[in-house]
């Protein structure tokens, strides 16, 4: 079992604080008080959420050139947010919702990053914390970078499988496991959810008897979905009755929002479920930090479609 949260948050909350030494200069006492209380709200959370690492194949990994190894951080970009620039060996990390609010559903979350890296904080881990929230299972999926989008499926694949095979271990309804991604997350996400049918890759036990068909998709800011002629749907995204109902937030600055508008527009010319909506500002890549409307917004109105949306297909 490998467990790289910990690691990930001292990371982030060590750059934080340097951050804040450096623009408070004058007042000692509120430096050392702030830094205080940040570290015991990182560790209350730390040790608040369930967590555990699962390896997604069990043997060779399809595909892959390069032996398992652990994944390897982005040492190079310096800002708030955590990045994985290189994955081997994929995995799905796990997040449990406290048992008082668990609603028997589960989502895995595609972080994005280009299918360069992963923006594993912000477009990931945060995101599980909010599920688990609002009562979701939270699996944020390690898939193969850089620029392995093949692999990337056939880990997104193979990650829907195995959460549908385990889902007895945390209580969850094997019929209501949905996809979730941000930006190339979201492509990936895209994709997951219209090319179900296909077998890209060797079965290598009996998980792969299962469906990989997720119940429900949210693409929040999603890229690559136009790449069709004339900024047309991207034509590997094959649109049949069975495509799961999706949720698309985009806002209209973003330069890669002709992708949601393209995506929206297909799917309801298909006569397919799908609840669009767009903002005028937050560009690209805010999560659910605060400090901008759209990812301040999207979060509410994803609880709003869940809840409606669960209720539709159960």
């Known amino acids: 079992m490998r467990d790289f949260s910990l690691v990930v948050k001292i990371i982030y909350i ?4 340097l951050l804040l030494y450096s623009s408070i ?26 967590k555990d690492m699962i390896s997604l194949w069990p043997g060779k990994v399809p595909g892959e050139s390069k032996p398992k190894a652990a994944p390897a951080a982005d040492t190079k970009t310096k800002d708030n947010v955590f990045r994985y620039a290189e994955v081997t060996d994929p995995a799905l990390e796990v997040f449990l919702p406290d048992k008082s609010v668990s609603n028997g559903s589960a989502v895995i979350i595609c972080p994005g990053g280009g ?98 068909r997720p119940s429900f998709t949210m693409l929040i800011y999603p890229a690559y979905l136009d790449q069709g002629p004339e900024l047309s749907l991207t034509p590997e995204l094959k649109l049949s009755d069975e495509v799961p109902p999706m949720f698309i937030f985009e806002t209209a600055v973003d330069p890669y929002c002709n992708s949601a508008f393209v995506m929206g527009k297909a799917l309801r010319d298909a006569k397919l479920s799908v609840e669009v909506h767009v903002l005028p500002q937050g560009a690209h890549g805010y999560g659910l930090r605060k400090g901008t409307r759209a990812g301040e917004t999207w979060p509410l109105l994803a609880e709003q479609w869940l809840i409606e949306t669960l209720n539709t297909i159960n």
């Open 115 to 212: 299918y360069n890296i992963l923006a594993y904080d912000l477009e990931g881990t945060e995101i599980a914390g909010w599920l688990n929230s609002i009562g979701f299972t939270a699996f944020v999926l390690q898939y193969r970078i850089p620029q392995k989008k093949d692999g990337a499926l056939q880990d997104a694949q193979r990650a829907l499988r195995v959460v549908r095979s385990e889902s007895g271990k945390w209580n969850i309804d094997p019929d209501n496991i949905g996809i979730m991604g941000f930006s190339a997350g979201g492509s990936l996400s895209a994709r997951a959810s219209t090319r179900f049918n296909e077998k890209t890759y060797p079965p290598v036990d009996k998980t792969d008897s299962l469906s990989c």
């Open 25 to 50: 200069n004058k007042f000692k006492k509120m430096r050392i008080f702030i830094s205080f209380l940040l570290l015991n709200l990182f560790f209350i959370n730390v040790f608040s959420q369930k």
């Open 14 to 17: 060590r750059s934080f604080l």
